[in-house]
């Protein structure tokens, strides 16, 4: 039986119909740029997320970007981040003028360990990061809490964690603005590039949709740049988010599945969730010693994994002019060489999921 990381054809043939319906319309009235798909799509968000304002982009690392720009980062100005993301999350840290400041992350949720920012909080920090990794909030009380008294504003990173709930509230609405992907292969994904940002603050949205637009329409009041989410995507974003809520849940239900066929085996750690944080599972992550062999057994019994990340986000070249070490981020770097993410999707099947679950146990002698 072959498991495939991700299956997107399937997800698109329980909703064909609609999906088809939707593409024809934009093209028969060639709603491409902007106009109502669009408009509906970014009305939609607002209602799911509970956000006042929606402003939606070409892509999530447009919306980290937009947003920063946005908040007036200004070249020297510190962003403290985590060490441990996609480097969507830090490219754009740089490219709005600002230098990126790494953190290591907590063991549990892999998210950014709150008793780390504190630390690095120097006179020229602005903003804090948090990434809601793999669709698990990271410790928003500590960071809203530390991020007030030092006068920081905060950009959730949610591109992982559509839906995803801490202490009850959901992701997205913490900090000044939120930022999302609906790449493909996210929670909710669209059939191409599309991204958002979400914000309470009427005077940041009016900005960022400015500034997303060549600076306005009308009347250039400065330059920007072009950033659109398309008519097509839009439409079809438009068809999609009314199953997301579902959708979550059977992503909820093969993580239990996944949890209860692997989570007695002494040298595998299954994800962890912090009470209180209700986990989307964007990605299933387990920590082995043994990862790049069970990987490797597990591909060659067809069963598709992913490393996310193959490295900690301080260790690339990209980043060897901060000059870190191993030591700097003890955990990231731990789990650099122990993370695997296997197959996730609404539509796996209950065969699928104990086959995987079988082949690791198989490999590992449990
Ligand atoms: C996917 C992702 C992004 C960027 O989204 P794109 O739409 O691919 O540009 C940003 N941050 C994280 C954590 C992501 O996973």
């Avoid at 306005?216 to 989410?229: A, F």
């Avoid at 990862?291 to 260790?315: C, T, W």
Wanted: hydrophobic fraction near 40%; charged fraction near 20%; aromatic fraction near 10%.
């Amino acid at each position: 039986m072959n498991v495939p990381f991700v299956d997107l054809h399937a997800q698109y043939l329980t909703i064909k119909p609609q999906i088809d319906a939707a593409i024809g319309e934009v093209i028969s009235e060639s709603a491409y740029i902007r106009g109502s798909h669009v408009e509906a799509f970014e009305a939609g968000w607002s209602r799911v997320t509970g956000m006042k304002h929606c402003v939606s982009c070409a892509n999530g690392t447009d919306a980290l970007y937009i947003a920063m720009r946005g908040l007036g980062l200004k070249p020297g100005d510190e962003v403290i981040t985590t060490a441990h993301s996609w480097i969507s999350t830090t490219e754009t840290i740089t490219q709005a003028g600002g230098r990126v400041v790494f953190c290591d992350t907590d063991y549990q949720s892999f998210t950014i360990d709150p008793a780390q920012i504190e630390a690095k909080i120097t006179p020229r920090t602005v903003g804090i990061i948090p990434v809601h990794l793999y669709g698990q909030s990271a410790d928003m009380d500590a960071i809203m809490e530390m991020a007030r008294r030092h006068r920081l504003w905060v950009v959730e990173d949610c591109a992982q964690a559509h839906l995803a709930t801490f202490k009850g509230r959901q992701v997205g609405t913490f900090g000044n603005a939120a930022t999302f992907s609906f790449y493909p292969g996210k929670n909710l994904g669209a059939y191409g590039d599309a991204g958002a940002i979400v914000t309470n603050d009427a005077r940041l949205a009016e900005w960022m949709a400015t500034y997303a637009r060549h600076g306005g329409k009308g009347e250039h009041l400065m330059e920007g740049i072009n950033s659109r989410l398309d008519g097509l995507q839009a439409a079809i974003l438009n068809v999609k988010l009314p199953h997301l809520a579902r959708w979550t849940e059977l992503r909820q239900a093969v993580a239990r599945q996944y949890d209860g066929l692997l989570g007695n085996i002494d040298v595998l750690v299954t994800p962890q969730v912090v009470p209180g944080r209700d986990h989307v599972y964007h990605l299933y992550v387990i920590r082995t010693d043994k990862r790049d062999a069970l990987k490797k057994h597990l591909a060659d019994q067809g069963i598709s994994s992913v490393l996310n990340y193959p490295k900690a986000l301080p260790f690339y070249p990209a980043y060897a002019y901060l000059g870190h070490k191993p030591e700097d981020f003890p955990i990231a770097y731990a789990n650099q060489s122990r993370i695997l993410s296997l197959p996730i999707y609404p539509e796996m099947t209950a065969d699928m999921i104990y086959h995987v679950a079988a082949t690791i146990r198989q490999f590992l002698g449990k």
